[in-house]
Every structure is written in C-alpha cells, then in structure tokens.
C-alpha cells in the first residue's frame, strides 16, 4: 500500500467511515466549497481614508495623483526628494507611462537583484489593514516587489476594495487564470527577532511607497 | 436590609484546605451567608470535592468522590464555597466527569447550576451592597486563576473591596497572572514554582498595598508562605471572606 | 537529561534569566493591544475554530480535494509517514533535481524531521534564512526556543558575540546593524540556491495553494527565485477556502504578536506558468503523518486545531520561566506539552503534562479555542492507566480519595494532621522544613494551621462552646 493510501486509510479509520458517511463528508465539503462562507468582515466605507491610514500604519509611505499620466513625475520627485537612485526597474503593465519624459531611466521587465528601485501596480488593494494585493503574471513578475530595495506601487483608487474576501471575490471574477503567486504586502519588509525590536529591510524593500491614482 | 434567614437555605461546601489550615474563613463565610439573609447549613459529610485526584489524572477517585458531593449537596437550593477553584471543580469539571453516564451527568449539571465561589454568589446572586464586616488600609486583590477563567470572578470581590469605605484598592501589575500554586505542581517542581511566585510576591509589593486580598487559601499559603520566607512580614495575606467579615484587623 | 534537571539548569542561568525577563510580557501586552483595537475578535476566534474543527471532521476528503487541486495546477504531491521519510522525500527531490544548496525558509515540520541534518549527511547544503533560524543554524544548529520568535532567548551581545567569530565582521551590537548583516550574508544565497523549502501556515483546498506568512520576506525569497520549491507541511494544515484564509489571518498575526496583518502573505499555487517571468520550474508538497492521524477523532483532536501562533506560550507562567529548551523537544509551552507526549510517546515525556499549574492563560488566548489544560490533565490521565506514575504518587492518591470518602475516619485524620503540623511548627506561626513535602519548603514556608479544624470547631459552636 502506498504511503498516501495508509495514512488516508488511517484516517477514514479513526473517523469511524462508511461508505455512506464517506458520501456524506464529500457533499458536505462539495457544500462548504460552494457557500464559501465568511466570517465576520470588515466595514464597507470610507476605504480610501481607511486604506491611507492603515498603509501609514504598516508604515508604507503614500501618496495620490491625478492621473495615470502622472505618475512617473510622482516617482521622479519622490525618489530624488528622498535622495533614492533614479534607475528603476517596471513591470511590463506599466510600460506604455513616459517614465524617460520624467527624466527616470526605467528599464521594463523582471527585476534582478542588482535592481535598485523597483515599480509595480497591484491587483486591488485592501483597506482593511492597508494592503497591496499582487498577482503574479507575465504583466507583473513577483521578484519586482521584493529584490529591489525600494518598492513603488501605483494604487487606482478604484482597486481599493474593504477586506480580502472582496479581493478574493474580485480574482476569482477577472482573472482567467489563477496566478502563480498571490501577494499580499503590508509596507516595508521587516524582523523583531533579535530583542523583539523591529528592524526594516530584513530580505525585502526596506520602503514602500504608494502612489494612489484618481 | 433583608430579615435573616428569610432567603431560604445555602450550603456551605468549607473546602478540604479551610476545614484542615484556616477555619476562620468557613466561619466569615457563614457570617457572610448570614448578614445577605440566608440560613447557612453546612452539611455535616462533605470532605474534598476530589480535585487533587482530579487534577492527578486519577478520574475513578475524583468521580467516587464527585458522586459523593452531589449527593450531599445537591438538595440545597445553592452551594456557596471560599473557593474559586473548589467552585471551578463543581461547576466546569463535574459534568465531564460523568460523561458516559446519563443520570449522574445531569444530577452533575443541575448542581454545577447552582454552585457558586463566595464573592460571586454575594454579588450576582444575592445581590449584596453592603457588608459586615470594615477594614482599613489599602488592599490589592490577585486573581485566582480558577475564578477569574473558570468561573468569571473579576469584578464582585472589587465590588465588594469598594463598599468598604476604610479600603483603599490598589490594582498590582499583572493582577490575573498565576502565582504558581497550581495544587501539586507547587510540591512536584518546587523550583519552577518558587521562581513564578517570587514575581507574584515582586508585583504585591510593588503595589505598596498593605494587604493582598484572594479567593482561594491554595494560592494565599504559596504567597503567604513564600513572603515570609523572603522575610516579609509586613504585607498581609488575606482572604477575601475574612476581609469582607471583618474577621481581620487593618493597617494601624 | 532529565526535565528537572533541564528546568534548574536553565534557572541557574543568569543570562538566560535575564533575557526571558526582558521579554516577557511583551507579547501578551502586544496582543492584548491588537485584541483591544479589533472589535470582532471573539466572533473571528469562534469562527475560526469553526472552520478548523469542521475540516478535522472531514480530514480524509478535504486531503483528497486539496491534493487534487494542487495535481491539476502542475505541483506534485507526496505523503510522509514521519519526519525521517519526510527527509527522504526531499533528499530524492534534491538529487532528482540536481540541488546542491538548499534555501529555507521556517518550517516546524522541518524541525520536527531533523530536516538540516539528513541534508547534510546526504551532501546537500541547507541555509536556514529566517533571521532566528539563521541565527540557530550558524550556532552549532541550535534548537530553537519559541515556534515564531526561535531566538527569544539571545541577547543582541549574544548575536553580536555570533556573528563576529562566523562572519569573521567587527562585532556591532547595533541591532539594525546586526539585521543587515545577515541580509547582506543571505542575500547571494537566495540569488544561487537551486532550490527553496518553506513550511505551510495552510492549505488551501479549494485552489490547491500554500499560504506562508512572513515578515522577513525570506519565504518569498525562498518560494520565488529557486527552480525547485518544496512545501513541507503537516496533513492538518487544510482550510477550506480563501474565505477561510482571510478569516484565520485576522487572528493568526494578532495572537501571535499583535500584529493586524504580518508584512508578507503568499499564496503560491503549482510552478512557474506559460509567461512567468519568474517562479519555480518545479512545485512539491510534502505532506507529513508523524503521529496526526492517530489523534483524528481521538480525545486529543482538537489539538490538531493549532495554528502554530505562540500565544499559549507567551502567555504561559511556566514557559516564561524556564524557556523553550527546557521541553525537550521542539514545540515548547503549553502545546508543546501536549504534542511532545502524543507524537514522541507518553512515556517520553512524562513530566509535561503535569509541569503546568493549569491556569488557562493558554485556553483563554488560544486563537483557535483548545482546551489546552483539559488536554494536559488528559494526558496525565492517559499516564494513570498506563501505570505509568510512580506508585508512590498512585498510592497517595487512592488514599486520600479512600480516607475523604469516609467521613469519620476523614474527620479522624484531619484532627491528627492538623496537630501534627502544630507540633512540627513548635509554637511558631510557620513551618520551615517539612519532611512529607520537602518541595514545598524548598521554596516557601508552610504558614500553620489553626489549632483545631473547621469540623471541630463548628461543632463546639453548635454544642454552644465555641465562638
Ligand atoms: S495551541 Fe493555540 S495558542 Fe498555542 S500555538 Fe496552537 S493555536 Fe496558538
């Protein structure tokens, strides 16, 4: 018997099955599955305001444009008022913005890890608890927001959604197919191991920074 | 202020601690009893509720001795201990004990129902706003663990504390953290034990109450005994039944 | 070594002792704050324990759709009887897959195998990459001493001290200094390794994924740059859907240090695909028994309820104590002592279950509502059955519940062990040494009883001489 095979076996043993009660199990999980049912959630309005204070309290940095237009001028001020390299990698989405116009040297594609700055968009964003969802994808490679040591996100205010299980409803709607990675990153990477105080940039960015659109 | 005795009867369960170390605290519960205008009975059979075997892992002792509580008490409109964790065993442990039987389960549950640990019983079910008994000085009361998480005591022995005008509460820093009693536990690692009641006796006096106040003799014997041995004999150890009698003297 | 001799040993240890305390309380204080601020708390915590026993209900289907899911998205799934076929799992994936160095990033289940070692031996390099466990693993392979904070039990002189003689670096006891450090050592191993292991806070069966929850952003380092990703778990880790998933993460961060969310949540589903500019060529579960089964449906199942928070420990009296090491094995705390006995076996942690003063502190912030204490006092009634007390103790007991059955007799007793204790006192209001119970007078004096008990008392009163 293999071992798959014993410890399911084992398993329908300690739960007492029968065939009839082994059918009962699966229409009850076919069921839970069908209902996803949720628990309690998070308040429906005042997302933007909930998302920005929420973002700060993750300790993104976060900031709003008028357009899409816009944002690699955003991106510019911000890194050079910040003192940041102007070298940034993009996620193919947002190659068709006028990042040289901004006067940004953007290379579009998979960031490395010799990559500085890194842009990305996101799928939604949760204003929950303040953040981004990304889905991995040929559009928006996962390393983008994790090997750089800056990480830029443009936020359409729209995405803003009030808790995962709206995101969650959202993927499951628009996305034919169901990312490799789903991302969810709440401000600058960071570890309390040593002495239980908080240091940023443990592997990931060490700032993020969120530039919301509308 | 309600005639005596007009309540009807309550049935002191005196707990096998009190009845064999302090017996003044069966007696200032009685009086308790009494001045909320009940009749105290204290059924004259009763020995331990079996939480030692209990908590040993021996069950066939503890549900022997069980049966016998319920059969003892279980006439008695209300059963009244100057104990949480007595309390505790009556009320959250003896219907598990009787899991597969029936007839005692519910014979377990109808007492569990109306089984309470002192202070709970003078506040939520009597109803009491004033007590015999005065006090003063400043006072910290710790939180059995028992009581506080088997049964919810938290507020009615601070209720009580605050109808006493000679009574200055303090609240100690972790009020609701174990004073590492835990029955055999005390006597089985008596090192991890003494290292957790060091802290209990550390935050009592860094409270700079003049007596602790509790509900359980267990927990007051293991901060009591290990104050002494630090060669503190000035804070006071005191149970809340005692304390709320007047059956102890105050600061000056 | 023995658990007694374990715990003094720790106690006797001022460095230690002095770390301990400097945490201790700053987790519960964390998590209070985040249960403060979140209104819901208990209705999540309900229906998170909801959602965890309804699986354990149903374990044997909700494996086999999750596995399903995870065959249908390119992932391979594998079964381990224990942590040692566990190891041999990987190793085969290793070697069928070329890998020479392996990134990790933290996983119980790995600990619980002995997973570094078996690489080792089998020539294959793994570099732990939580800050914690790197830490351990660069100190002789250490144990860690808490399941989410491996290192609590290190002073930043410690680390720096670590550090300086490994990384062959100017000692610094800056701890942001010492953070980055170890970023910049681990970086270049993420960048090469062939090939990453990571651990799963769940499963998700509807999707067929594995949600990793991290700080670091190691677990994605680790589940994002390598050809080969190996998640390595144990078989109750299933949830049911992404509705359940975001349920368990409103309390899985905020019982474990009081956080609303942690920094990372990933889920990952199968290898890279068509497109990717990234991900893993190869995708592997490992799905580990080690003793989980024989508790479905047992009287400890609801231990298969955890979600691996921290909470009972750093809420524990006892942990707080005497550390993480002292338990022996590699869950510490209160569902440590738990797990330790029921997968290592009843006779191999006999003290465990019954070093706790059953305060419930643990059961109270249990983010999934297990009767941690219930399931000790369980445990310590497991031991009785098997005979496995000493009889000493088996003896006294019966004693006692044969003598308190017997009222008179008990009445008897009372008044000789209560003169008995007068005479030990001599006069005075205390005893300092008492043979029948050295532990108590090791630590403490035995305040004296009253001269005569409540009975005898009670019936002076009654006869009218008393009072
Ligand atoms: S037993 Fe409960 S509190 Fe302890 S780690 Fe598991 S889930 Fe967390």
């Known amino acids: 018997m293999s071992v798959r095979d014993d410890i399911l076996g084992r398993l329908r043993r300690q739960l007492g099955r029968t065939d009839s009660t082994t059918l009962a199990a699966r229409e009850r999980v076919e069921a839970t599955l069908a209902l996803r049912q949720t628990g309690p959630r998070a308040a429906a309005d005042a997302l933007l305001d909930r998302f920005i204070e929420r973002a700060r309290a993750m300790i993104s940095s976060v900031d709003r444009c008028a357009t899409e237009a816009e944002v690699p001028a955003h991106c510019a001020d911000w890194l050079r008022g910040h003192g940041l390299p102007t070298t940034v990698v993009v996620v193919p989405a947002l190659a068709a913005l006028d990042w040289a116009g901004a006067g940004l040297e953007a290379r579009v594609g998979a960031a490395t890890g010799d990559d500085l700055v890194g842009v990305t968009g996101c799928f939604r964003a949760i204003a929950e608890t303040g953040t981004l969802m990304l889905c991995s994808g040929p559009q928006s490679p996962a390393v983008n927001s994790l090997l750089p040591e800056t990480h830029i996100a443009v936020v359409p205010r729209q995405h803003i959604v009030a808790d995962m299980e709206a995101a969650w409803a959202e993927a499951r709607r628009e996305l034919s197919a169901w990312p490799r990675a789903v991302n969810f990153v709440s401000g600058p990477s960071r570890t309390a191991d040593i002495e239980q105080t908080i240091v940023l940039g443990a592997h990931g960015p060490y700032r993020v920074h969120l530039l919301i659109v509308g | ?252 | ?467």
Request: glycine share 10%.
């Open chain 3, 1 to 467: 070594m023995h658990f007694v001799s374990r715990v003094r040993q720790r106690l006797d240890d001022p460095e230690l002792q002095r770390n301990l305390k400097r945490t201790r309380g700053r987790n519960a204080a964390s998590r209070a704050a985040a249960v403060a601020a979140f209104p819901d708390f208990d209705a999540v915590r309900a229906r998170a324990t909801e959602i965890r026993a309804s699986v354990l209900r149903d374990l044997d289907v909700w494996l086999e759709r999750f596995e399903q899911k995870a065959i249908e998205r390119g992932a391979t799934v594998l079964w381990a009887r224990d942590g040692d076929h566990a190891c041999d799992l990987i190793i085969d994936i290793a070697r069928r897959h070329g890998v020479r160095t392996v990134v990790k990033s933290k996983s119980m289940v790995s600990e619980e195998a002995g997973l570094n070692a078996a690489l080792e031996a089998a020539g294959i390099r793994p570099v732990e990459t939580d800050l914690g466990e790197y830490i351990l693993q660069i100190n002789d392979n250490e144990p860690p001493s808490h399941i989410i904070m491996p290192v609590i039990h290190k002073s930043k002189e410690q680390v720096s001290e670590l550090f300086a003689r490994v990384h062959g670096t100017a000692p610094k006891t800056d701890i942001e200094e010492l953070t980055h450090e170890a970023r910049a050592v681990l970086r270049p191993e993420f960048l090469g390794a062939d090939m990453g292991l990571s651990g799963g806070n769940f499963l998700v069966a509807e999707t067929g994924s594995v949600a990793i929850v991290t700080n670091e952003g190691n677990g994605r380092l680790c589940t994002t740059l390598p050809r080969v990703h190996v998640a390595l778990t144990g078989i109750e880790k299933v949830i049911p859907t992404l509705e359940d998933l975001a349920t368990l993460l409103r309390i899985l961060p905020r019982s474990a240090t009081g956080q609303a969310i942690t920094n990372y949540v990933s889920m990952l589903t199968g290898p890279k695909q068509a497109g990717d500019a990234d991900g893993p060529e190869h995708m592997y579960f490992v799905l580990v028994d080690g003793g989980r089964a024989d508790l479905l449906g047992s009287e400890f199942e609801a231990m298969l309820r955890c979600i691996r928070c921290g909470a009972c420990m750093n809420h524990c009296p006892v942990y707080q104590t005497i550390g993480g090491h002292s338990y022996g094995w590699v869950y510490p705390g209160p569902m440590g002592s738990v797990l330790t006995p029921l997968y290592q076996g009843l006779d191999k942690a006999m003290d465990l279950p019954h070093a706790a003063t059953l305060c419930n502190q643990c059961g109270v912030v249990c983010p999934v509502s297990i009767p941690l204490p219930e399931l000790m006092r369980t445990l310590r009634e497991k031991q009785v059955e098997r005979g496995l007390r000493p009889w000493s103790e088996r003896i006294a007991t019966k004693l006692w519940a044969w003598v308190a059955a017997r009222p008179t007799l008990y009445a008897l007793g009372t008044r000789v062990a209560v003169r008995y204790l007068r005479w030990l006192a001599d006069g005075r209001d205390r005893i300092q040494v008492m043979g029948v119970a050295p532990g108590w007078t090791a630590q403490r004096d035995f305040p004296a009883p009253a001269a005569k008990t409540f009975r005898e008392l009670y019936a002076e009163r009654r006869r009218g001489g008393g009072q």
């Open chain 2, 1 to 252: 202020m309600v005639a005596p005795g007009s309540r009807g009867e309550v049935a002191l369960f005196v707990t096998c601690l009190v009845d064999l170390m302090r017996p003044s605290i069966a007696f200032s519960a009685l009086k308790l009893i009494e001045a909320a205008g009940y009749v105290a009975v204290v059924p004259e059979a009763q020995t331990c509720c079996g939480q030692p075997g209990y908590n040993s892992g021996d069950t066939a002792a503890a549900r022997a001795l069980a049966r016998k509580f319920i059969a003892e008490f279980e006439r008695f409109p209300y059963i009244v201990a100057p104990s949480g964790s007595c309390a505790g065993t009556v009320r959250t442990h003896y219907p598990d004990l009787f899991a597969n039987e029936p007839e005692w389960r519910a014979r377990a549950e109808a007492l569990a129902a109306k089984t309470f640990e002192l202070t709970q019983f003078l506040v939520d079910v009597a109803g009491v706003t004033e007590v015999p008994g005065d006090f003063s000085g400043s006072v910290t009361y710790h939180d059995s663990c028992s009581g506080l998480r088997e049964l919810g005591v938290k507020q009615q022995p601070r209720t009580l504390l605050d109808r006493m005008p000679g009574v200055k509460r303090i609240e100690m820093r972790e009020c609701e953290e174990c004073c590492g009693f835990g029955g055999l536990f005390s006597v089985k690692y008596p090192d991890i034990s003494g290292a957790i009641v060091q802290r209990k006796c550390d935050a009592i006096r860094g409270s700079g109450a003049y007596a602790v106040a509790l509900g359980d003799l267990g927990c007051m014997m293991n901060i009591e005994g290990r104050l002494r041995r630090n060669g503190d004999e000035l804070t006071q150890v005191i149970h809340i039944a005692e304390l709320l009698a007047g059956d102890v003297g105050g600061q000056g």
